[in-house]
């Protein structure tokens, strides 16, 4: 390869594919391919798809549809342009991609993007070329780390996957089916990796995984728990701060809960998915739980962190709910208190048992739910936003603001935080009294210190 190729990823959904999408982009780099953000200028187009919204492949087909133009458009130029799709949707529709897209030179599933340098190899031999075994070889062992360079271009906050896949089966979700059984990184792995961003500057880790409360990774005394990992992640110099996502209710063991008090890196900061506040429904869904017992998980990790915030995600109109169901729902908000949640209508996802049900919820139903729970949700929210007002958070800065002389960071709670503050803070963790809640943003000050040397000190970093 000489060097000069280029590479456009475009990703859809959540921060696992966001990571995958760097790890190509990582792996490409050895391979001569320089990322860019023009997909007109690129020799390799991968779209890194989602399949958890609805109508998610119709999305990426509509989009083949735009790239069929670009790849004419640089034949006209004399360049090859390869195409390929990648994530859940490659994993679920396999070569029918191809046969619907003939633009598609490459369909690869989620656990087998290391073999991409290979499998563009076939495909400029001019094969069509489709991979969604599940690879029995471990895709991290295949990769190459980032440079420190493409590290610190990322930020101050990186993900880092710790485990993949679930083995829940949920009776609505497709995760299972295109991201396969569970899956967790050795300790030692994962330690090594975050040693190397720290290295590059990075003060913040989340560490995901489709289930990642289910982690179960071989530790230097045996599988090790994810409260275990995070106690091992948190002893790394320069980091700062540690968060994980997504948890499963039923998978928050003890040591995980007790995490959240003795660890103070841990943010106090957690999304906890219930997806409905009715037994019958929770029952369907398969969930594993039942109401009472998401409660008082809530109510120990109160007890381990008096401040903790909790945010979630729920799911209206699943086959079967009733109107008193639904209203199950709306209490829970406002008995936790939510900072936040994600809400949707349910849309069957074929190949799940609840997409086979014959006793669907109408679309106006839905419809109508739908905007009661994110009234219900938007009003906690608020709620929530304002009685920061007056309190002093740590803030870590990420960027710079829109605003000359402005700092973008983010609170212990995730919520953008802007202040006028130094470039210099960028990547530090600074005291900031939030004097404004505004809808999605917070707006503060650095905090002031009590003794005089300390606002001298304050005064040089102020812009
Ligand atoms: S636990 Fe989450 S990822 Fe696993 S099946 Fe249920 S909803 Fe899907």
Do not use: W
């Amino acid at each position: 390869m000489d060097g000069t190729r280029k590479l456009h990823i475009k990703s859809y959904g959540c921060q696992m594919n966001v990571y995958d999408s760097q790890r190509m982009t990582d792996m490409m780099a050895r391979e001569g391919f320089e990322e860019t953000a023009a997909p007109e200028t690129a020799d390799l187009i991968v779209l890194n798809t989602c399949h958890i919204r609805e109508k998610a492949a119709e999305k990426v087909y509509s989009e083949l549809g735009r790239i069929r133009q670009l790849k004419q458009a640089a034949a006209r130029e004399g360049r090859k342009l390869l195409v390929a799709v990648a994530g859940c949707v490659a994993q679920a529709e396999g070569k029918e991609i191809i046969r619907r897209a003939p633009v598609v030179d490459l369909v690869f599933g989620p656990q087998n993007y290391h073999r991409l340098p290979d499998l563009l190899a076939q495909a400029e031999r001019g094969a069509k070329v489709v991979d969604t075994e599940f690879a029995v070889e471990d895709k991290f062992d295949h990769l190459a780390p980032a440079s420190a360079a493409a590290t610190r271009a990322r930020g101050v906050s990186a993900f880092v996957t710790v485990q993949e896949g679930c083995d829940k089966f949920c009776t609505f979700c497709v995760v299972p089916y295109t991201r396969g059984a569970e899956v967790s990184r050795p300790v030692a792995t994962i330690v090594a990796e975050v040693e190397r961003l720290a290295g590059a500057g990075v003060r913040e880790v989340t560490l995901i995984g489709q289930n990642v409360n289910a982690y179960h990774g071989e530790g230097p005394d045996g599988p090790s728990t994810l409260g275990r990992l995070l106690r091992r992640v948190a002893e790394i110099p320069g980091i700062a701060r540690l968060r994980y996502t997504t948890s499963h209710p039923r998978d928050m063991e003890a040591s995980l809960i007790a995490a959240h008090g003795d660890l103070p890196a841990l943010m106090p900061q957690l999304h906890l998915p219930l997806q409905s506040g009715s037994d019958g429904i929770l029952a369907q869904m398969h969930r594993r739980h039942s109401r009472a017992e998401y409660l008082d998980v809530i109510a120990r990790l109160r007890k381990a962190r008096p401040d903790i915030a909790f945010t979630s995600d729920f799911i209206v109109g699943f086959p079967g709910e009733t109107e008193d169901d639904f209203r199950a729902t709306l209490s829970i908000v406002d008995e936790v208190g939510y900072a936040g949640a994600f809400s949707f209508k349910y849309s069957p996802r074929p190949g799940t048992p609840a997409a086979e049900r014959d006793d669907q919820v109408e679309e106006a139903v839905k419809v109508e739910r739908l905007a009661r729970l994110q009234a219900a949700i938007d009003r906690r929210q608020s709620i929530f936003n304002e009685q920061c007002v007056g309190r002093t958070f740590d803030v870590l800065f990420e960027k710079a603001g829109r605003r000359d002389g402005q700092l973008v960071g983010r609170s212990p709670y995730l919520q953008p935080v802007q202040a006028m503050a130094r470039a210099a803070l960028i990547g530090e963790v600074v005291a900031v009294t939030i004097s404004e809640a505004g809808t999605n943003s917070l707006f503060g000050t650095l905090a002031r210190p009590a003794s005089s040397r300390h606002r001298a000190q304050l005064a040089s970093l102020e812009t």
